[in-house]
T-cell receptor, first 115, second 111 residues
Framework: GAGVSQSPRYKVAKRGQDVALRCDPI?????LFWYQQALGQGPEFLTY????????KSGLPSDRFFAERPEGSVSTLKIQRTQQEDSAVYLC?????????????FGPGTRLTVL | GDSVTQMEGPVTLSEEAFLTINCTYT??????LFWYVQYPGEGLQLLLK?????DKGSNKGFEATYRKETTSFHLEKGSVQVSDSAVYFC??????????FGTGTSLTVIP
Protein backbone atom coordinates (compact mmCIF):
# COMPACT_ATOMS: atom_id res chain seq x y z
CA GLY A 1 0.00 0.00 0.00
CA ALA A 2 0.91 3.61 -0.32
CA GLY A 3 0.66 4.59 3.33
CA VAL A 4 1.78 3.48 6.75
CA SER A 5 -0.14 0.48 8.00
CA GLN A 6 -0.47 -0.85 11.52
CA SER A 7 -1.81 -4.10 12.90
CA PRO A 8 -3.85 -5.06 14.70
CA ARG A 9 -6.13 -2.03 14.63
CA TYR A 10 -7.64 -3.03 17.96
CA LYS A 11 -6.20 -5.15 20.73
CA VAL A 12 -7.75 -6.16 24.02
CA ALA A 13 -5.40 -7.67 26.57
CA LYS A 14 -5.81 -8.88 30.09
CA ARG A 15 -3.57 -7.25 32.64
CA GLY A 16 -0.24 -9.05 32.72
CA GLN A 17 -0.33 -10.28 29.14
CA ASP A 18 2.34 -9.43 26.59
CA VAL A 19 1.34 -7.69 23.35
CA ALA A 20 3.10 -6.99 20.07
CA LEU A 21 2.09 -4.15 17.77
CA ARG A 22 3.27 -4.03 14.19
CA CYS A 23 4.08 -1.10 11.93
CA ASP A 24 4.68 -1.27 8.17
CA PRO A 25 6.18 2.09 7.13
CA ILE A 26 6.15 3.56 3.66
CA UNK A 27 8.65 1.66 1.56
CA UNK A 28 12.07 3.29 1.56
CA UNK A 29 11.42 5.57 4.51
CA UNK A 30 14.50 5.91 6.66
CA UNK A 31 12.94 7.19 9.84
CA LEU A 32 10.31 5.50 11.97
CA PHE A 33 8.66 6.86 15.10
CA TRP A 34 6.36 5.37 17.73
CA TYR A 35 3.95 7.52 19.74
CA GLN A 36 1.48 6.83 22.52
CA GLN A 37 -1.78 8.77 22.49
CA ALA A 38 -3.94 8.63 25.59
CA LEU A 39 -7.61 9.51 25.35
CA GLY A 40 -8.10 13.24 24.84
CA GLN A 41 -4.37 13.91 24.59
CA GLY A 42 -1.90 14.54 21.85
CA PRO A 43 0.59 11.90 20.75
CA GLU A 44 3.61 11.50 23.01
CA PHE A 45 6.95 10.40 21.63
CA LEU A 46 8.13 6.91 22.55
CA THR A 47 11.07 6.01 20.33
CA TYR A 48 12.83 6.71 17.03
CA UNK A 49 14.61 4.50 14.50
CA UNK A 50 16.88 5.52 11.69
CA UNK A 51 16.96 2.45 9.47
CA UNK A 52 17.55 -0.44 11.90
CA UNK A 53 19.24 1.66 14.56
CA UNK A 54 17.19 2.79 17.54
CA UNK A 55 18.65 6.24 18.07
CA UNK A 56 16.29 7.53 20.71
CA LYS A 57 14.22 5.55 23.19
CA SER A 58 13.94 8.24 25.81
CA GLY A 59 10.13 8.30 25.64
CA LEU A 60 9.57 4.65 26.53
CA PRO A 61 7.72 4.82 29.86
CA SER A 62 9.23 1.71 31.44
CA ASP A 63 11.43 -1.28 30.74
CA ARG A 64 8.27 -3.21 29.91
CA PHE A 65 8.25 -1.40 26.57
CA PHE A 66 10.56 -2.62 23.84
CA ALA A 67 10.77 -1.74 20.15
CA GLU A 68 12.72 -3.19 17.28
CA ARG A 69 13.23 -2.69 13.56
CA PRO A 70 15.70 -5.45 12.69
CA GLU A 71 15.84 -4.99 8.91
CA GLY A 72 15.18 -1.30 8.75
CA SER A 73 11.62 -1.64 7.50
CA VAL A 74 8.87 -3.25 9.60
CA SER A 75 8.89 -2.36 13.28
CA THR A 76 7.35 -4.03 16.30
CA LEU A 77 6.49 -2.40 19.60
CA LYS A 78 6.25 -4.94 22.39
CA ILE A 79 4.72 -4.33 25.78
CA GLN A 80 5.35 -6.92 28.45
CA ARG A 81 3.12 -7.54 31.46
CA THR A 82 0.58 -4.98 30.32
CA GLN A 83 -0.98 -2.66 32.88
CA GLN A 84 -4.22 -0.68 32.71
CA GLU A 85 -2.29 2.56 32.30
CA ASP A 86 -0.91 1.18 29.02
CA SER A 87 -4.36 1.56 27.46
CA ALA A 88 -3.95 4.06 24.63
CA VAL A 89 -3.68 4.39 20.88
CA TYR A 90 -0.19 3.57 19.64
CA LEU A 91 0.78 5.48 16.53
CA CYS A 92 3.56 4.75 14.10
CA UNK A 93 4.95 7.32 11.69
CA UNK A 94 7.63 7.23 9.03
CA UNK A 95 9.50 9.84 7.07
CA UNK A 96 11.88 9.85 4.15
CA UNK A 97 14.50 12.01 5.83
CA UNK A 98 16.47 11.72 9.00
CA UNK A 99 15.13 13.03 12.26
CA UNK A 100 11.88 14.62 13.35
CA UNK A 101 12.11 17.75 11.20
CA UNK A 102 10.85 16.06 8.06
CA UNK A 103 7.17 15.45 7.37
CA UNK A 104 5.98 12.38 9.20
CA UNK A 105 3.35 10.11 7.67
CA PHE A 106 1.19 8.47 10.29
CA GLY A 107 -0.55 5.14 10.36
CA PRO A 108 -4.12 4.73 11.66
CA GLY A 109 -2.91 3.49 15.03
CA THR A 110 -3.54 0.46 17.21
CA ARG A 111 -6.02 0.96 20.01
CA LEU A 112 -4.89 -1.10 23.00
CA THR A 113 -7.29 -1.75 25.84
CA VAL A 114 -5.96 -3.48 28.94
CA LEU A 115 -8.61 -4.97 31.17
CA GLY B 1 10.31 22.10 29.79
CA ASP B 2 9.43 22.51 26.15
CA SER B 3 5.72 22.30 25.42
CA VAL B 4 2.84 23.28 23.19
CA THR B 5 -0.47 24.62 24.50
CA GLN B 6 -3.61 24.59 22.39
CA MET B 7 -6.99 26.11 23.00
CA GLU B 8 -9.41 23.57 24.33
CA GLY B 9 -12.30 22.34 22.27
CA PRO B 10 -14.56 21.20 21.05
CA VAL B 11 -15.22 23.99 18.60
CA THR B 12 -18.46 24.07 16.62
CA LEU B 13 -18.90 26.50 13.73
CA SER B 14 -21.37 27.07 10.97
CA GLU B 15 -20.20 26.63 7.40
CA GLU B 16 -18.38 29.70 6.03
CA ALA B 17 -17.53 30.98 9.51
CA PHE B 18 -14.05 32.23 10.41
CA LEU B 19 -11.84 29.82 12.33
CA THR B 20 -9.06 30.49 14.80
CA ILE B 21 -7.41 27.78 16.87
CA ASN B 22 -4.85 29.19 19.27
CA CYS B 23 -1.46 27.60 19.85
CA THR B 24 1.41 28.86 21.98
CA TYR B 25 4.73 27.24 22.64
CA THR B 26 7.56 27.30 25.09
CA UNK B 27 10.94 26.21 23.95
CA UNK B 28 14.57 26.97 24.16
CA UNK B 29 16.03 28.17 20.93
CA UNK B 30 13.98 28.50 17.78
CA UNK B 31 11.68 25.55 17.16
CA UNK B 32 9.98 24.62 13.93
CA LEU B 33 6.20 24.67 14.27
CA PHE B 34 3.58 22.46 12.66
CA TRP B 35 -0.14 21.89 12.42
CA TYR B 36 -1.28 18.32 11.90
CA VAL B 37 -4.87 17.31 11.18
CA GLN B 38 -6.70 14.06 11.84
CA TYR B 39 -9.85 13.52 9.79
CA PRO B 40 -12.36 10.98 11.09
CA GLY B 41 -11.11 7.45 10.60
CA GLU B 42 -7.76 8.56 9.20
CA GLY B 43 -4.20 8.95 10.45
CA LEU B 44 -2.60 12.25 11.36
CA GLN B 45 -1.36 14.24 8.39
CA LEU B 46 0.69 17.37 8.04
CA LEU B 47 -1.39 20.45 7.30
CA LEU B 48 1.26 23.17 7.30
CA LYS B 49 4.52 24.20 8.91
CA UNK B 50 6.82 27.16 9.53
CA UNK B 51 10.49 26.92 10.32
CA UNK B 52 11.45 30.41 11.47
CA UNK B 53 10.02 33.59 12.91
CA UNK B 54 7.58 35.49 10.67
CA ASP B 55 7.22 32.52 8.32
CA LYS B 56 3.65 31.81 7.25
CA GLY B 57 2.59 28.26 6.53
CA SER B 58 -0.47 27.75 4.35
CA ASN B 59 -2.41 24.87 2.85
CA LYS B 60 -6.03 24.15 1.85
CA GLY B 61 -7.05 27.69 2.82
CA PHE B 62 -5.54 27.38 6.30
CA GLU B 63 -2.78 29.72 7.45
CA ALA B 64 -0.57 30.08 10.51
CA THR B 65 2.15 32.65 11.17
CA TYR B 66 5.15 31.95 13.39
CA ARG B 67 5.15 34.85 15.88
CA LYS B 68 8.27 34.84 18.00
CA GLU B 69 7.25 37.89 20.03
CA THR B 70 4.10 36.18 21.28
CA THR B 71 5.43 32.60 20.99
CA SER B 72 2.33 31.71 19.01
CA PHE B 73 1.33 29.80 15.89
CA HIS B 74 -2.43 30.27 15.64
CA LEU B 75 -4.30 28.41 12.92
CA GLU B 76 -6.81 30.42 10.86
CA LYS B 77 -9.18 29.87 7.99
CA GLY B 78 -11.45 32.49 6.54
CA SER B 79 -14.37 30.27 5.57
CA VAL B 80 -14.66 26.76 6.95
CA GLN B 81 -16.41 23.89 5.21
CA VAL B 82 -18.10 20.78 6.55
CA SER B 83 -15.15 18.78 5.21
CA ASP B 84 -12.83 20.66 7.61
CA SER B 85 -14.37 18.81 10.55
CA ALA B 86 -11.43 17.07 12.20
CA VAL B 87 -9.06 17.20 15.15
CA TYR B 88 -6.21 19.70 14.79
CA PHE B 89 -2.87 19.31 16.57
CA CYS B 90 -0.23 21.96 17.01
CA UNK B 91 3.30 20.59 17.30
CA UNK B 92 6.88 21.74 17.66
CA UNK B 93 10.31 20.37 16.93
CA UNK B 94 13.46 21.92 18.25
CA UNK B 95 16.38 19.57 18.12
CA UNK B 96 16.80 15.85 18.22
CA UNK B 97 14.14 13.37 17.26
CA UNK B 98 11.22 14.35 19.42
CA UNK B 99 8.05 16.00 18.32
CA UNK B 100 5.91 17.67 20.97
CA PHE B 101 2.20 17.73 20.22
CA GLY B 102 -0.54 19.75 21.82
CA THR B 103 -3.63 18.03 23.17
CA GLY B 104 -5.64 18.58 19.99
CA THR B 105 -8.70 20.70 19.21
CA SER B 106 -11.79 19.06 17.80
CA LEU B 107 -13.61 21.09 15.14
CA THR B 108 -17.13 20.37 13.92
CA VAL B 109 -18.54 22.42 11.06
CA ILE B 110 -22.30 22.28 10.62
CA PRO B 111 -24.08 23.08 7.35
Amino acid sequence: GAGVSQSPRYKVAKRGQDVALRCDPISGHVSLFWYQQALGQGPEFLTYFQNEAQLDKSGLPSDRFFAERPEGSVSTLKIQRTQQEDSAVYLCASSSGQGAYNEQFFGPGTRLTVL
Amino acid sequence: GDSVTQMEGPVTLSEEAFLTINCTYTATGYPSLFWYVQYPGEGLQLLLKATKADDKGSNKGFEATYRKETTSFHLEKGSVQVSDSAVYFCARWNTGNQFYFGTGTSLTVIP
